[in-house]
């Protein structure tokens, strides 16, 4: 299976407080929304192939922000 999602990525804190969003219009709006757009880049799209929603949940949580997630 495969999940894409859009992340605009925090350049000034940790990476795990990216905005991501199903859409690259719903993504500028989450940065437009949080009042400081200088902080975040462009929205970038990302793909994962995962074989069934265990994969998936492993490749979330594993250690630096999951395999193949990056």
Known sequence: MKMTCWV???LKGDKSESII???????EQ?????GCAADY??????????GD???LF????????GRGMG
């Open 8 to 10: 605009a990525e925090n």
């Open 41 to 50: 880049g462009m929205p970038l799209k990302k793909s994962f192939l995962y």
């Open 58 to 65: 492993e490749m979330a949580t594993a250690k630096d922000g």
């Open 21 to 27: 969003a199903r859409t690259r219009h719903d993504c």
């Open 30 to 34: 989450k940065v437009i929304a949080c």
């Open 53 to 55: 929603a265990f994969d």
